[in-house]
């Protein structure tokens, strides 16, 4: 009997994640390893039988998660029946920390050896969950520079820093950058969830009809994501010169020479193609008040800003988000050479901060080499 591998996408970035090692792995063990969980149709085109789609799990917000709690306790407690019932020896976990940090110290009392893959932002919020990690996970994988001595100072001594996926999905791209004059779109990213595009399109929409006047040069773009139902954007498609899907990100990322999108990882592949972008995150009251009450977390929003330390990107938050503060900070990068060039010269870092430790270093092949 062959062994098998329990594998946790709750989300579309995190099957993005899982996708950038999972051929590579799959090809050392698949004649030793079955591959099974919640995941989406990509990965179960490669091989990962579905348990759930992780269309099923991906949720926005506190209040989105408090209404799914039900569903997620029962899908924990299948997952664990299916690990008994294959006599399952490992688990690779992506992000989902709200999820998988349960699951993880359930299986480790069942003896699954636990590859958690995207390190849980306990240095922003809940600073315990490192604790956890330290007695559940086999192996923890980070991307971001100053997670990877965080995390072992807190005990948990099997950490891996690891080059970002966007790294290496674009790692060619990257090394043939066109010249940043050479470009003449703002693109535009609502975000994948149907909540962020309800409320930053309309907000997008006045933003449009500004630049048209301003800047009448630039054409204006659209970046769809692939979890995202098309009628969410239909009424507003007739604004943009060019829409690209997710199969031409990084002809996307190429033609823009601004960008305005919604916070999420979409933005570190901006940051990373050299796209001065303006970041807007903008959720419902509850949400609101729960990240300011329980979260408390008062850092930056933008990966990009975390990881040069700096806020590079422009943060609008609720209220902030607004058609006048989003001109406003295109308006900066427009009219004044130096701070544009300061941007772009900051930006240029980024590349050798998300090369990991070792270049070329693939998480697939270190788990395979574990399990083997």
């Known amino acids: 009997m062959k062994k098998s591998c329990l594998v946790v996408v709750g989300e579309q970035s995190g099957e993005e994640h899982f996708l950038s090692f999972f051929p590579q792995l799959q ?33 926005m917000g506190f209040s989105e998660v408090l209404h799914k709690i039900p569903f997620y306790y029962n899908a924990h407690k299948e997952l664990l029946k299916q690990v008994d019932q294959r006599k399952t020896q490992y688990a690779i976990l992506v992000d989902f920390q709200g999820f998988n940090l349960r ?44 997670e990877k001595s965080w995390f072992q100072e807190r005990g948990v001594s099997q950490v891996q820093l690891v080059a970002h996926p966007l790294y290496r999905k674009y790692a060619e791209e990257l090394k043939q950058l066109k010249p940043h004059s050479q470009r003449d779109e703002i693109l535009f990213l609502p975000g994948s969830r149907k909540m962020e595009v309800r409320s930053l399109m309309p907000v997008f929409y006045d933003v449009i009809k500004e630049i048209k006047k301003i800047k009448p040069e630039f054409k204006i773009s659209l970046l769809i994501s692939p979890s995202l139902d098309l009628c969410e954007l239909e009424k507003y498609l007739h604004l943009f010169d060019h829409s690209y899907h997710s199969d031409q990100s990084s002809q996307a990322f190429q033609n823009a020479k601004f960008a305005v999108a919604a916070s999420g990882t979409v933005t570190l592949a901006t940051g990373l193609f050299q796209v001065p972008t303006v970041v807007c995150y903008k959720v419902n009251l509850f949400n609101e008040y729960v990240f300011y009450t329980v979260v408390k977390y008062t850092g930056f929003i933008s990966l990009v800003n975390l990881i040069l330390a700096d806020e590079v990107f422009p943060e609008l938050t609720q209220n902030l988000v607004s058609a006048q503060r989003i001109i406003s900070e295109l308006k900066q990068w427009f009219e004044d050479e130096e701070y544009l060039a300061k941007t772009l ?28």
């Open 103 to 146: 699951l993880a110290q359930s299986l480790k009392k069942k003896n699954v050896n636990v590859y958690y893959y995207v390190a849980p932002q306990a240095w922003a919020w809940k600073p315990w969950r490192a604790k956890k990690i330290a007695q559940s996970v086999q192996c923890l994988f980070c991307f971001l520079p100053f």
């Open 27 to 59: 090809a050392k063990v698949q004649a030793e390893l079955d591959f099974y969980g919640v995941a989406g149709s990509d990965s179960a085109a490669q091989g990962v039988e579905l348990i759930y789609h992780l269309k099923e799990f991906s949720s």
């Open 345 to 372: 010269r900051q930006l240029a870092r980024l590349n050798h901060l998300l090369r990991g430790e070792k270049e070329g270093f693939c998480p697939g092949e270190y788990i395979a080499n574990e399990i083997i």
